[in-house]
C-alpha cells in the first residue's frame, strides 16, 4: 500500500463543496440519521450530523439532497474499458495480446492499449463507478499488467486525453504504485491455444520455475554486495571490483514482472471458472509462495466456499483507538450477479451464489468485465441489486461494488468510503442504490461533477418518495419440504385458494390495475386451472373441499411473461454447438427456401438451465428463432412452453411458427449477402416472391407478404430500421417487427407512421459498436429509448440479450416503466400481453363486458403467474404458474438447495 497522496491539479475542485442531509452509506454502514458532507480540493474534509448545524466553509456550493442515499463511488475491479473503446473497430481492439508471444505474457502492459479519448469513461461514471481496474484480456495463461483508473474524461489541467492522468495512482512516484496482474485459467487458454489444462498448467509450472532461478540468483548478488558493502573500507573501489568479478546483478526484462510477482509486489486477479481450476490453480501458485487477492467470475465457487477460506487467508492490520487489531481476510471472489451459461465453465452458476458465500465468510465483489453492451459497467449497482434480490444482505451488496471492492486492489485507504481523507469520490442517488432502475442525480470524481450540473441540480429541488429510499426486500425462498407440500396441494387439488393478493396485473378483469389499491387482501380461487372468483368477497371457498389454500406476503398476479429472441430451446451453451441445433453457417440462400429455410420447431430441445431461469422469472413461453450465424435470414421462430417438465411431445411446442426472422446490419453480411445492401435486397426479392408466387416451396413468404405472418427484422442501426420503414411503405400488408431496434428512437415518429412495433432489446444498450454509435446510453446522460417509443406512439415490447438473463424480464420493464411514466399494469405488458399484439398471436383474454366486479368467470384464459412479493421491483418469486391450458407449469422454482 503507497502512503503517496497524488498531488491536486489546478484544473481539480474549484469550491468546496456541500451535500446537506443525506443519507449516507459510507463504505461499512448506513447512516441512522442525514448527514452533510463537505470535501474541497478533490479530499473529503468531514461528514458530520445535519443536526449538528456546523458552519459552511466560505464560497462553498450547496447542494440539499433532501435525504436520498449518497454512497462512495463505486470501485469495478475487472473492465476493459480504453483497451476496447465505445464504438469499437478492430482498429481500436487492445485486449488480449494473441497468439504471437505465446500464451504467458506478463511483460505485456494493459496501459499501452489505453484510448483514453473512449466514450464510455463518461458512460461507465454516469452510473455512479467513478474507479476501474483495467486489465488485460484472458487469453492467456499470464496475461499482463492491469491499471487502476478513475472514470473523469480529460481531467488533466490541459484538458487533454493523455492517458498518464486518467491513472487513480497519477502523481505518485511509479516505483510506488500498487501493481496488479491478470492470469487466467479453464477454457479460455486451452481453447485459444489448442492445450489441454494439464499443458496450460505444466506451461505456466516452468515459466515460474525460470523466473524462481532468477529471484535466487538476485538475491544471491544482492547478498554478496551487501557483505562487500559492509565489510569495505573504500567502497567505490570495492564496488567496481566486484561487478567485474561477479557482473552486473542478473536481469531480464522479459522475467522481470514475474520475478516481482514470487516477490509478492502484484495484486493477483485471475480468471477462473470452476472447482477444480481454483485448486489447481492455487496449488501450482502455493509451490512458488505465490497468493492471488482474487478469483474472477468465479461462478462456481459457490460450491466451495470451505476450500477456499482454507487454502487463502490474509492477516489485515487494522489501527483502532491506538490498539493494532488483526483478523483474517480470505481470497475474495469477483463475480457476476447474473451473467452465465454462455460457456460450459459458467453453466454451473447460481443466482444465489453470492448468498452463498456471504454464508460462509467468504468475501463477495461484483464486478462488470466490460466489454459492451452485454456487460456495461454502467450497471454495477444493478449487479449489486440482482444479488440482494437473491439474498445477499443489503450492506454485503452494497460493499460488494464500495468498499470490499477497494480492499481487494489495495487502495481502501483512498476510496471504496465516505470517511474525512480519502478521495472525494461520492454518488448521489434519485433512490436507495438497490432499487430497480436506481439512477445517479450526481456523480463527483476528485470533488468534480461529471453531470450536467444544471440537470442534477433541478432534479435536487424535488424531495424524493420515502418508498424510494427503502432497501427492496430479498425474494423469498422456502424449504424443499415446505416446496412439496405447496406443489402437492397445488396439482392434486380442484381448487386453489391463494390469499394474499394486493395487486391483479391481467388484462381485461375489472379489479385488475390501478382499481386495487396497495395493501387490499385479496383471495382468487382457481378452479381446475381457471380463475373462478378474484376479488375481496372469495373467501367463502375455503369451505369447499377439495381445496388448498396459499397463502402469500403482498401477493401479485401477473401474466405469464414472454422471453423472445433468445437461445432457450435451441442452444443450451452457446460456446458449445453439441448442445444445440446447429447452425447453417453463412452460405443461406433466402431465394432457395427448400434449402435454406429453417424451422427452429424441428430442433427444439428442452432442459436446458435456460428455461430454468425463465421459469424463476415468471416466464412461461419463449420465441425461440433457429440460430443464428450470418446472412440475411434466420428462420421461422416457434414458440416454446418453459414448464419443469414439458418436451416436445406433452405441450412444450404452442405454436409451431411464429414469425419470419431476417437480419440487416452488419451481422446480415453472409456469403450470400455480402453486404448490408444485399441483405435489404434479399428481403425485398423474398416478399416479391411472396406476392407472385403459388409454388408450395414458397408458402412461408406467401404468408409473410400477405400478412398472416409477422417478419421480424432484427436490426439495430437508425438506416438499417428506416429500411424496414421504405419496404413496409412499398408491402402495406407485412406485419414488419423491428427487433432490437437500439437506434429506433431516432426515427420514433416515422416507425410510428408506419405502425412498425418494436421489440425492443437495447433500452439499456451502449454505443459499443460502429453502427450503434448513435445509441442513446440511457439516463442520466439521455431519455430512455423505450420512453422515446412510446412517447411517439409506437408499440413496445420488451427483450434481454441472454439466456442468463431473462429471469429479469419483469425488472427490465421496470427500468422503462420508471422513466416513461408508466403504471405497473402498463410496465408487465411490455414484457407480456404487447407480444400478442405484436405478434398477432392469441389473445391472452377476452373483451368481457358484463364481469361483475367479484368474479372472473373463466373470462382470463392466457397463462398467468402467482407471486411473493412484487416482481417488478426484484422482490417476487413466482409461487405458481398456470398454462392456458390449465395446467400447472410450475411451482416455486426458486427454493432452498435449487441451482437457479
Given at each position: 500500500m ?9 484544473s ?17 454502514t ?5 448527514v ?55 482498429a ?11 500464451p ?38 499470464i ?17 487533454e ?13 511509479e ?8 492470469m487466467?485459467?479453464g477454457?479460455?487458454p ?10 496450460n ?23 554478496r ?13 570495492q ?5 567485474a ?12 514482472a ?16 470452476e ?37 487463502e ?14 483478523f ?8 457476476f ?9 459458467a ?26 453492451e ?28 464500495t ?15 465516505v ?27 476528485d ?40 406443489c ?6 380442484s ?13 381485461n ?18 378452479s ?10 372469495c ?19 401477473t401474466?405469464?411473461?414472454?422471453a ?10 452457446s ?24 424451422f ?13 431461469r ?6 412461461t413461453?419463449?420465441?425461440t ?22 418436451i416436445?411431445?406433452r ?5 409451431d ?10 451481422e ?8 448490408i ?5 434479399r ?7 411472396g ?5 408450395e ?34 408491402f ?6 423491428i427487433?432490437g ?9 416515422e416507425?410510428a ?18 453502427e450503434?454509435?448513435?445509441v ?63 405478434l ?14 367479484q ?9 398467468f ?23 400447472i ?12
Amino acid at each position: 500500500m503507497s502512503c503517496f497522496r497524488k498531488v491536486w491539479p489546478s484544473s481539480g475542485q474549484q469550491h468546496p463543496t456541500v451535500l446537506k442531509n443525506a443519507t449516507l452509506f459510507d463504505g461499512d454502514t448506513i447512516s441512522t440519521d442525514t448527514v452533510d458532507i463537505v470535501f474541497e480540493k478533490g479530499l473529503i474534509k468531514s461528514v458530520s450530523r445535519s443536526a449538528d448545524n456546523n458552519p459552511i466553509p466560505s464560497g462553498a456550493l450547496v447542494y440539499d439532497v433532501y435525504g436520498r442515499f449518497v454512497t462512495p463511488g463505486l470501485v469495478d475491479i475487472h473492465s476493459h474499458h480504453l483497451e476496447l473503446p465505445f464504438s469499437s473497430v478492430s482498429a481500436t481492439a487492445d485486449v488480449n495480446e494473441k497468439p504471437l508471444l505465446g500464451p504467458i505474457t506478463p511483460f505485456v502492459r494493459a496501459i499501452d492499449g489505453f484510448k483514453p479519448y473512449d466514450p464510455a469513461i463518461k458512460i461507465i461514471a454516469s452510473g455512479g463507478v467513478t474507479s476501474s481496474l483495467n486489465l488485460p484480456g484472458s487469453g492467456n495463461i499470464i496475461g499482463g499488467q492491469g491499471y487502476l483508473v478513475k472514470n473523469l474524461p480529460h481531467p488533466g489541467e490541459n484538458g487533454e486525453p493523455v492517458v498518464e492522468e486518467l491513472l487513480l495512482e497519477h502523481g505518485i512516484p511509479e516505483a510506488a504504485r500498487q501493481r496488479y496482474l491478470k492470469m487466467a485459467c479453464g477454457e479460455n487458454p486451452k481453447h485459444l491455444y489448442g492445450h489441454t489444462r494439464l499443458g496450460n498448467v505444466w506451461l505456466l509450472r516452468q515459466h515460474l520455475e525460470k523466473a524462481r532461478k532468477l529471484k535466487v540468483q538476485q538475491e544471491a548478488w544482492c547478498g554478496r554486495a551487501q557483505q562487500v558493502d559492509r565489510e569495505s573500507w573504500f567502497g567505490p573501489r570495492q564496488v567496481e571490483r566486484f561487478v567485474a568479478e561477479q557482473g552486473e546483478l542478473p536481469q531480464d526484462l522479459e522475467l522481470e514482472a514475474t520475478v516481482a510477482l514470487l516477490r509478492g509486489e502484484f495484486n493477483v486477479n485471475i480468471h477462473c471458472y470452476e472447482p477444480e481450476d481454483f485448486e489447481r490453480m492455487l496449488d501450482v501458485l502455493h509451490e512458488f509462495g505465490v497468493h492471488p487477492q482474487a478469483f474472477h467470475h468465479a461462478l462456481e465457487a459457490w460450491q466451495v466456499p470451505e476450500f477456499l477460506k482454507q487454502q487463502e487467508r490474509f492477516e489485515q492490520m487494522v489501527s483502532q483507538k491506538d490498539t493494532v487489531l488483526t483478523f483474517p481476510r480470505n481470497i475474495t471472489i469477483a463475480t457476476f450477479a447474473e451473467n452465465s451459461l454462455f460457456k460450459h465453465e459458467a453453466y454451473g452458476a447460481s443466482l444465489r451464489g453470492p448468498k452463498v458465500l456471504e454464508d460462509h465468510g467468504v468475501r463477495v465483489v461484483l464486478k462488470s468485465d466490460h466489454t459492451g453492451e452485454g456487460n456495461n459497467a454502467k450497471y454495477l449497482a444493478y449487479q449489486a441489486a440482482v444479488s440482494h434480490s437473491f439474498g445477499l444482505s443489503e450492506l454485503k451488496a452494497l460493499q460488494s461494488v464500495t468498499s470490499v471492492a477497494a480492499q481487494s486492489i489495495q487502495q481502501d485507504h483512498r476510496i471504496g468510503f465516505v470517511r474525512p481523507g480519502y478521495d472525494a469520490d461520492i454518488v448521489v442517488w434519485d433512490s436507495h442504490p438497490l432499487q430497480v432502475a436506481a439512477t445517479t442525480v450526481q456523480v463527483f470524481v476528485d470533488g468534480r461533477e461529471v453531470l450536467d450540473s444544471k440537470d442534477s441540480l433541478k432534479q435536487l429541488e424535488t424531495r424524493p418518495d420515502v418508498t424510494d429510499l427503502a432497501a427492496p426486500q430479498p425474494r423469498a425462498n422456502i424449504g424443499l419440504e415446505k416446496r412439496q407440500h405447496v406443489c402437492k396441494g397445488a396439482t392434486e387439488a380442484s381448487k386453489i385458494i391463494i390469499r394474499g393478493i394486493s395487486k391483479v396485473l391481467l388484462e381485461n378483469t375489472t379489479l385488475a390495475g390501478s382499481a386495487i389499491g396497495a395493501g387490499d387482501d385479496m383471495t382468487m380461487v382457481v378452479s381446475n386451472g381457471e380463475i373462478s372468483c378474484l376479488g375481496v368477497q372469495c373467501t367463502s371457498a375455503q369451505d369447499e373441499e377439495d381445496s388448498f389454500t396459499i397463502s402469500l406476503r403482498k401477493g401479485y398476479i401477473t401474466p405469464g411473461l414472454v422471453a423472445f429472441g433468445n437461445n432457450i430451446g435451441i442452444l443450451d451453451i452457446s460456446s458449445e454447438p453439441s448442445t444445440g441445433d446447429g447452425s447453417p453457417g453463412r452460405k443461406a440462400n433466402a431465394l432457395n427456401p427448400l434449402k435454406d429455410l429453417h424451422f427452429a420447431k424441428y430442433g427444439a430441445h428442452f432442459g436446458g438451465r435456460g428455461f430454468g431461469r425463465a421459469r424463476v422469472g415468471g416466464v412461461t413461453k419463449a420465441i425461440t428463432a433457429p440460430i443464428f450465424a450470418g446472412g440475411a435470414i434466420q428462420g421461422v421462430s416457434v414458440g416454446l412452453r418453459t414448464g419443469e417438465n414439458t418436451i416436445v411431445l406433452r405441450g412444450g411446442i404452442w405454436k409451431d411458427e411464429v414469425a419470419l426472422h431476417f437480419v440487416l446490419g452488419q451481422e446480415a453480411k453472409g456469403d450470400d449477402t455480402p453486404t448490408i445492401s444485399s441483405g435489404v435486397e434479399r428481403l425485398r426479392q423474398v416478399l416479391e416472391a411472396g406476392q407472385a408466387s403459388k409454388d408450395e416451396a414458397f408458402s412461408v413468404y406467401v404468408r409473410a407478404a400477405n400478412g398472416s405472418l409477422p417478419v421480424v427484422v432484427y436490426a439495430v442501426n437508425e438506416d438499417d430500421i428506416s429500411q424496414v420503414v421504405l419496404l413496409k411503405r412499398e408491402f402495406p400488408l407485412v406485419n414488419f417487427v423491428i427487433f432490437g431496434g437500439h437506434a429506433a428512437p431516432l426515427v420514433a415518429k416515422e416507425l410510428a407512421e408506419a405502425k412498425i412495433p418494436i421489440i425492443l432489446g437495447g433500452n439499456r444498450g451502449a454505443p459499443d459498436k460502429w453502427e450503434k454509435k448513435s445509441v442513446f446510453a440511457g439516463p442520466p446522460l439521455s431519455p430512455s429509448p423505450a420512453q422515446v417509443l412510446l412517447d411517439a406512439g409506437v408499440l413496445v415490447a420488451l427483450a434481454v440479450c441472454g439466456d442468463s438473463k431473462v429471469h429479469g424480464l419483469a425488472q427490465e420493464a421496470q427500468w422503462a416503466a420508471k422513466f416513461a411514466g408508466l403504471g405497473e399494469k402498463d410496465a408487465i405488458k411490455l414484457v407480456s400481453a404487447n407480444f400478442d399484439e405484436i405478434l398477432r398471436l392469441k389473445a391472452h383474454g377476452e373483451h368481457a363486458t358484463d364481469i361483475d366486479e367479484q368474479q372472473v368467470r373463466k373470462r382470463y384464459e392466457g397463462d398467468f403467474v402467482v407471486w411473493d412479493g412484487n416482481p417488478l421491483k426484484g422482490e417476487g418469486s413466482v409461487v405458481l404458474t398456470v398454462q392456458d391450458d390449465g395446467k400447472i407449469g410450475d411451482c416455486w422454482p426458486d427454493f432452498e438447495g435449487a441451482v437457479l
